[in-house]
T-cell receptor, first 110, second 115 residues
Framework: DAKTTQPNSMESNEEEPVHLPCNHS???????IHWYRQLPSQGPEYVIH???SNVNNRMASLAIAEDRKSSTLILHRATLRDAAVYYC???????????FGTGTRLTIIP | ETGVTQTPRHLVMGMTNKKSLKCEQH?????MYWYKQSAKKPLELMFV???????ENNSVPSRFSPECPNSSHLFLHLHTLQPEDSALYLC??????????????FGSGTRLTVV
């Protein structure tokens, strides 16, 4: 399975945008880029996913590099409730298996 | 509520006990999963079920025994566990269509403590 690399931790101020990076240099053409987050004492929660084009939904935006070797999850205006561990995961077409890494622990500073 | 319900939320059991964890979803999903999350470690995939059939067992010890009677229910039967099995056990479901464009829905987990 293709791997992803994320910073262990990041901090951001409340009400400011947050850009969470992910590197996936060995991504294959049939790998989707998925993002999940895990709030304290809860199971992971789906955030967003994409294949080639940038994607927006009510939670976040996903910016995918043209060569697809990296992506960035964008939280447009962070709140304290966005403090969580964020996981960037590659999911291959035909195989829905989710393999989690260590993710990025996002701390929001009031 | 996420649509995936796990019971109980907390469980304390002795090493000689037998207990079961239950997971239920009514999202119309056909794939269900058990994950284990130990302290300070990534989530580990334990078992995968697609259309009630087990399709993956990631070298899980036999003291963990999954059961999937239908696409909506998944159980994890526990017996003679060890203290190192204490962890958060998470259930998830997905469409099972292999489209890779669908997200997983996770339950809130069962916090298991083995004493």
């Amino acid at each position: 399975d293709a791997k992803t690399t994320q910073p262990n931790s990041m901090e951001s101020n409340e009400e400011e945008p947050v850009h969470l990076p992910c590197n996936h240099s060995t991504i294959s053409g049939t790998d989707y880029i998925h993002w999940y987050r895990q709030l304290p004492s809860q199971g992971p929660e789906y955030v967003i996913h994409g294949l080639t084009s940038n994607v927006n939904n009510r939670m976040a935006s996903l910016a995918i590099a043209e060569d697809r070797k990296s992506s960035t999850l964008i939280l447009h205006r962070a709140t304290l409730r966005d403090a969580a561990v964020y996981y960037c995961i590659l999911v291959r077409f035909g195989n829905e298996k989710l393999t989690f890494g260590t993710g990025t622990r996002l701390t929001i500073i009031p | 509520e996420t649509g995936v319900t796990q019971t109980p939320r907390h469980l304390v059991m002795g090493m000689t006990n037998k207990k079961s964890l239950k997971c239920e979803q009514h999202l119309g999903h056909n794939a269900m999963y058990w994950y284990k999350q130990s302290a300070k470690k990534p989530l580990e995939l334990m078992f995968v079920y697609n259309f009630k059939e087990q399709t993956e067992n990631n070298s899980v010890p036999s003291r963990f025994s999954p059961e999937c009677p239908n696409s909506s229910h998944l159980f994890l039967h526990l017996h003679t566990l060890q203290p190192e099995d204490s962890a958060l056990y998470l259930c998830a479901s997905s469409s099972g269509q292999g489209m890779a464009g669908d997200g997983y829905t996770f339950g809130s987990g069962t916090r298991l403590t083995v004493v």
